[in-house]
Nanobody, 128 residues
């Protein structure tokens, strides 16, 4: 599995962005996908994730109601729709794959230690 993120940029507080994660290699039925972020001086944080079945999603409390994760298996893409952005959302955002969950599993975790394949990241900066 290989992952490539895109869609980051500079946005004003209250604005929106959509991050994209293009997958290649194994079909998305075989791994969970998570979005993570890391701000300077802070630990990597799980933002949102979706199971390999596509049925289960999880969100960090800090983004619930503002962010939405969407998987398109036909496109081999995973999107993170981000609304009502604040300066606290400024970070380098990564998508990652957890291949240990297995085929069409409902298991998914926001723990970054469970993810073995990572993209290169895309920067999101929220500032006026």
């Amino acid at each position: 599995v290989r992952l490539v993120e895109s869609g980051g940029g500079l946005v004003q507080p209250g604005g929106s962005l959509r991050l994209s994660c293009k997958t290649s290699g194994d079909p998305m039925d075989y791994f969970a996908i998570g979005w993570f972020r890391q701000a300077p001086g802070k630990e990597r944080e799980g933002v949102s994730c979706i199971s390999s079945s596509g049925k289960i999603t999880k969100y960090a409390e800090s983004v619930k109601g503002r962010f939405t994760i969407v998987a398109s298996k036909a496109e081999k893409m995973v999107y993170l729709e981000m609304n009502s952005l604040t300066s606290e959302d400024t970070a380098l955002y990564y998508c990652a794959a957890d291949r240990s969950t297995g085929y069409m599993s409902d298991y998914v975790s926001t723990n970054p230690d469970e993810y073995g394949v990572w993209g290169q990241g895309t920067q999101v900066t929220v500032s006026s």
